[in-house]
Nanobody
């Protein structure tokens, strides 16, 4: 069993910054991909950013140049530095990971989410 636990959400004014973190724990042989999705009220969940085991990153167009994803392979953590936040960034942010366990099976996991609210 694997758990993903997010932290770092909160309320911030437009133009401000927040840093989200996610820690994976449990039966983990390797983590192939980690990323962040978000879901605003009445909207579908969308990918925000992702990072592979090799360090390749991708971002949604709406956050390019403002958000930066990073990963600590040794600690099984991923972070999302969010700068120049806008009200439209308000959403619940979810951490996700694609993990290979010790039996060689691959699974996808989700965290419970952390609320980010950008408002004056």
């Amino acid at each position: 069993q694997v758990q993903l636990v997010e932290s770092g959400g909160g309320l911030v004014q437009p133009g401000g910054s927040l840093r989200l973190s996610c820690a994976a724990s449990g039966s983990i042989f390797s983590i192939n991909f980690m990323g962040w999705y978000r879901q605003a009220p009445a909207k579908e969940r969308e990918q925000v950013a992702g990072i592979t085991s090799g360090g390749s990153t991708n971002y949604a167009d709406s956050v390019k140049g403002r958000f930066t994803i990073s990963r600590d392979v040794a600690k099984n953590t991923v972070s999302l530095q969010m700068n120049s936040l806008k009200p439209e960034d308000t959403a619940v942010y979810y951490c996700t990971a694609h993990i290979t366990d010790y039996s060689g099976k691959n699974y996808g996991y989700w965290g419970r989410g952390t609320q980010v609210t950008v408002s004056s």
